[in-house]
């Protein structure tokens, strides 16, 4: 297979797609450890109230996996290095929104 163009980004198969996610997923989570913690203690002490009780810590967890899981720059970073491991799963290549129009 050639070398993507310059300045363009992969396009992936869905199953790739998602795999791809989950990988941000599981790096999100360990960059946020220590909400993850701080959440878990509170629903070990709360049980229906835990909606109620937790929403802080809840809110903080949520906050801090979404600064990873919706950065385009984290995501598009994922997908290259996926699609340079298994370029069979590359779609096709699109141009960056980035890279100036030719």
């Not at 989950?22 to 960059?31: G, N, P, S, W």
């Amino acid at each position: 297979m050639a070398p993507p163009p310059t300045g363009s980004v992969p396009v992936l198969k869905r199953r790739s797609e998602n795999r791809v996610l989950e990988d941000v997923k599981k790096v999100a989570l360990k960059h946020c450890d220590g909400l993850v913690k701080e959440f878990v203690e509170c629903t070990k002490a709360h049980t229906l109230s835990v909606v109620w009780a937790c929403r802080t810590q809840q809110r903080a967890l949520n906050e801090c996996l979404g600064t990873i899981t919706r950065d385009e720059a984290v995501l598009q970073r994922a997908r290259e290095e996926f699609a340079t491991k298994f370029p069979m799963e590359v779609l096709r290549w699109a141009p960056s929104e980035d890279s100036p129009a030719t």
